[in-house]
């Protein structure tokens, strides 16, 4: 059998089953790093016995495919994940571009809120050394593998644990956070479900963390801020009602797929 012909069958496979679509597509450049060149070749004996290995828990056990590898991609950084860790996803790394654009060389204090595997706070200091970034997580599961990241890649950022703002009594100039945004009866894929469910389902509604945050936020942030929080494009009309009394330029940006991804309060 061919590279193609084997890519091609669990693409179809991946795709019957409601899995998002990725999964097999990250399995072939991690095992057959130069399968754009080859896929025309036969496979050979070690990567067909190491695709079917991985392939069987993706797809049979429904195992997330960065769970089994260990690690995910973001802004050009390898980070490890593992369960009971959200895995970060692409559309998030455009938040590491707003922000930059929005500080260039200004030294600011950044609360990453819900800092998970430290993805974003990890692409932000990179951009941003200049700037104090703090992560607060529940899960010290996740703040293991935050602290992980950030110790691998030599970047200087705290994390702590905290429930929402619980036990944080600072105040910061940017407030970024990735809420859990899914609605409790919202069909997700078969792997995603293998995720954290307190990192993914935010209430019937979906709005839970959004009104946590706008009840609480003001009294962690500076007079002059800036926010920033990832949503679904389902509920932003929603989100910027329940911030509609904020003070500030408000804005919603669209992700890679143009859909309405994050909503910004600009008040610095």
Not at 38 to 58: A, L, N, P, Q
Not at 98 to 111: C, F, G, R, T
């Amino acid at each position: 059998m061919k590279y193609k012909q084997l890519f091609n069958n669990l693409i179809k496979e991946e795709k019957e089953l409601g899995f998002d679509y990725g999964g097999i597509d990250f399995l072939f450049k991690e095992v057959v790093s130069n399968y754009h060149f080859i896929k025309d070749e036969e496979v050979t004996k070690i990567h067909k016995k190491e695709i079917s290995r991985i392939s069987k828990k993706y797809i049979y056990k429904k195992i997330p495919i960065k769970y089994i590898f260990g690690y995910t991609f973001f802004y050009n950084f390898k980070l490890l994940v593992g369960k009971k860790v959200l895995i970060p996803r692409e559309e998030t790394q455009l938040i590491i571009d707003i922000v930059k654009e929005k500080v260039l060389n200004k030294e600011y204090k950044i609360l990453d809120l819900g800092t998970g595997s430290g993805a974003i706070s990890i692409g932000l200091k990179s951009v941003l050394p200049q700037c104090e970034i703090k992560g607060f997580d529940i899960s010290s599961k996740a703040l293991n593998y935050a602290k992980l990241n950030a110790k691998i890649h030599n970047l200087d950022i705290s994390f702590k644990k905290s429930n929402m703002f619980e036990n944080i009594n600072e105040k910061f100039d940017i407030l970024i956070s990735n809420p859990p945004y899914i609605k409790l009866n919202e069909y997700i894929s078969k792997t995603v479900n293998k995720e954290p469910k307190l990192a993914l389902y935010g209430g019937v509604d979906g709005l839970k963390y959004y009104k946590l945050i706008h009840e609480n936020c003001r009294r962690v942030l500076n007079n002059k801020y800036f926010v920033i929080l990832e949503l679904s494009s389902t509920i932003y009309k929603e989100v910027i009602n329940i911030f509609k009394d904020f003070k500030g330029e408000m804005s919603i940006k669209k992700d890679y797929n143009n859909k309405e991804r994050f909503i910004i309060i600009d008040n610095l």
